[in-house]
């Protein structure tokens, strides 16, 4: 069983940043796919960015060159660093562990809200 926290999030101005955390227990294999999913207020949940244990990316459009995920192996632990918000930006964020290509994990979720 896999078993994941989330932190990090908060009210942030337009074109801040936040880092959102989120760290896994449970047994975790080299193969799991970790990242984040967002959903905003009646709108389906969406991929924002994901990284595999051999550094492998990829993001939403709407994030490229403002979002970035990282991962720790050694700590099972996946971070999302967000640059220049934006109020669209605002959602849930929901970190996400996927395994062998059919089973998913998900944290808590987290608000993040973009306003000035």
């Known amino acids: 069983q896999v078993h994941l926290v989330q932190t990090g999030g908060g009210l942030v101005q337009p074109g801040g940043s936040l880092r959102l955390s989120c760290a896994a227990s449970g047994v975790i294999f080299s193969t799991d796919v970790m990242g984040w999913y967002r959903q905003a207020p009646g709108k389906q949940r969406e991929l924002v960015a994901t990284?595999?244990?051999?550094?492998?990316?990829n993001y939403a459009d709407s994030v490229k060159g403002r979002f970035a995920i990282s991962r720790d192996n050694a700590k099972n632990t996946v971070y999302l660093q967000m640059n220049n918000l934006k109020p669209e930006d605002t959602a849930v964020y929901y970190c996400h562990l996927r395994r062998f290509g059919r089973d998913d994990y998900w944290g808590q979720g987290t608000q993040v809200t973009v306003s000035s």
């Open positions: 990284k595999t244990s051999g550094g492998n990316t």
